[in-house]
């Protein structure tokens, strides 16, 4: 863990192992932590605030940028390590910590941005202010799937607004983590402005420390649950980020070769590991045969295997729990009479006997009430279904509790309005690749949460207003 910009035990000197998910090795043995380490942690974040807080906006932005410099020329070191932790390809695991680095950068350029209002008042004796201020030691909890990404996604906007952190990774993912914070620290960021607590015993005492005074969740909706109802246990904030089923629709005047590489990318990077991913497609009559070719023969590419080898296009899932969940999800929509298109087995051969492969899988005349439309589905399967028009496009594309992202693919401005206007979903791309940006808030509606990340408005939901009356003029 670190603690106090030290590596730390935990306290009870319990450890435990991580897993490769593609050989089943053993890649290291990281303590587990508890309530007393988490109290440690908070401790040293609440040590570290007032003078962090307390730094110049534009003193503060320098150390980041300074510390997001050193971090970027660690990526070829990172990289490996998360593909050992988590079975990403190298490829995707060097954009995810490059990522990392970015982030920290685009959110230094906010500390020295920050800006509140004059307001004139009815008694001229006087005038008002509202000023934003940091909350203080935030809570960030992330989960195993884009375990840097998620993490900066919290850490970035807390840290510039000049919060501190408590940070747990997933269990399973906490290595990369650690060298990402590690980096940081010896790239100039103070001890105690970011702390990393290990180990699955660690999310609810965070969760109920009261030094804590802000929790960031991405992880299921169950598990945003539980963490909003403890949470108000002691009135934090709290941002959730959580379970999504993106719907994507495609009419028959889009362009499919557009439309089949971004739902590709979408459905089986990160082996279909993502919370936004074309998770249900919908595509029009006129071109359905036409696109399921496209699909199918760039899926036939996806070859699964080890992420450290350099032909491998997809890694393994995560564990063997997720692997079991998506085959049961699959063979549920079998078992209704789904038709597979192209996979929905395990690849044959030694190099996949110890890991959690699973092939890219497409399915067609998957029934209404089958658990692919119903639940989220994380792991690489993809249900696909005919549509007669738009209407039929958006009515089934809202019939989901979910509504974290949502896309369409048409040449017509007016279907690509009603799309943006009436998709029930936090984000929705038009003839563009799934994917979030920096500058643009990102989170869900409906059961996939709420608050936000990225853009100005993650940078804001760290602070917090305060009002003030200056007399006596
Ligand atoms: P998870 O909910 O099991 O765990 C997420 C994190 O929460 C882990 O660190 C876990 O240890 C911790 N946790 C679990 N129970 C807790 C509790 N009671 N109190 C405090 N912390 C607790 O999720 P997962 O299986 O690790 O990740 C997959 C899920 O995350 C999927 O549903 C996916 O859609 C979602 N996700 C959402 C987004 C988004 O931005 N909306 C992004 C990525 C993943």
């Known amino acids: 863990m670190i603690i106090e910009g030290k590596r730390t035990k935990a306290a009870s000197g319990k450890t435990y192992k991580v897993h490769n998910p593609a050989t089943g090795e053993v890649v290291d043995l990281v303590p587990a932590g508890d309530s007393t380490d988490v109290d440690r942690a908070a401790q040293a974040a609440a040590k570290a605030f007032p003078t962090w807080s307390k730094v110049a906006p534009n003193k503060r932005a320098e150390i980041l940028h300074s510390a997001a410099h050193h971090l970027l020329g660690k990526v070829e070191e990172i990289a490996p390590i998360l593909t050992k932790e988590q079975g990403k390809t190298l490829l995707e695991s060097r954009i995810e910590a490059q990522r990392f680095g970015e982030n920290i950068a685009w959110f230094a350029d906010l500390a020295g941005k920050v800006h509140g209002e004059y307001i004139a008042l009815s008694d001229t004796t ?14 960030a909890i992330v989960p195993w799937n884009f375990p840097l990404t998620l993490a900066a996604n919290k850490v970035a906007p807390a840290i510039a607004a000049g919060n501190t952190v408590v940070l747990k990774p ?80 495609v009419l028959d005047d889009a362009d499919l070769e557009a439309a089949a590489r971004a739902i590709t990318v979408g459905r089986f990077f ?106 989220e589905v994380f792991g690489p399967a993809l249900p696909v279904r005919k549509i007669k028009d738009l209407d039929e496009g958006i009515r089934l594309a809202n019939a989901s509790q979910f509504g974290l992202g949502s896309s369409i693919w048409t040449a017509s401005i007016s279907a690509a309005h009603r799309g943006v206007t009436e998709l029930e979903a936090g984000y929705t791309w038009v003839n563009a690749l799934q994917i979030a940006h920096d500058e643009l808030p990102f989170g869900g509606t409906k059961q996939s949460g709420f608050g936000k990340e990225h853009g100005v408005e993650a940078f804001l939901q760290y602070t917090e207003d305060k009002s003030v009356v200056v007399g006596g003029l």
């Open 270 to 375: 990160n082996c279909g590991q993502a919370c936004l991913a074309v998770k249900r497609l919908y595509v029009q009559e006129g071109v359905y045969d036409a696109l399921i070719e496209k699909l199918v023969m760039r899926a036939s590419k996806l070859k699964p295997g080890n992420g450290l080898q350099k032909d491998s296009r997809m890694g393994p899932l995560h564990t063997e729990t997720q692997r079991a969940e998506v085959e049961a999800q699959v063979k549920d929509a079998i078992d209704r009479g789904a038709k597979v298109l192209f996979g929905a087995g395990r690849p044959m051969g030694a190099d996949y006997d110890k890991g959690w492969f699973i092939e890219p899988t497409i399915l067609e005349n998957v029934p209404d009430g089958a658990r692919m439309w119903t639940e």
């Open 126 to 139: 006087t005038y008002g202010l509202v000023l934003r201020r940091p909350i203080g030691v935030c809570g």
């Open 170 to 249: 997933a269990s399973t993912t906490p290595l990369s983590t650690l060298a990402c914070i590690e980096a940081l620290i010896e790239g100039g960021l103070p001890e105690g402005v970011v702390n990393v607590v290990l180990g699955s015993a660690t999310g609810d005492p965070i969760v109920a420390h009261p030094l804590i005074r802000k929790i960031a969740l991405t992880g299921s909706t169950p598990t945003g649950k539980k963490v909003m109802a403890r949470a108000a246990e002691g009135l934090k904030k709290i941002t959730l980020e959580l379970g999504g089923s993106d719907p994507c629709i």
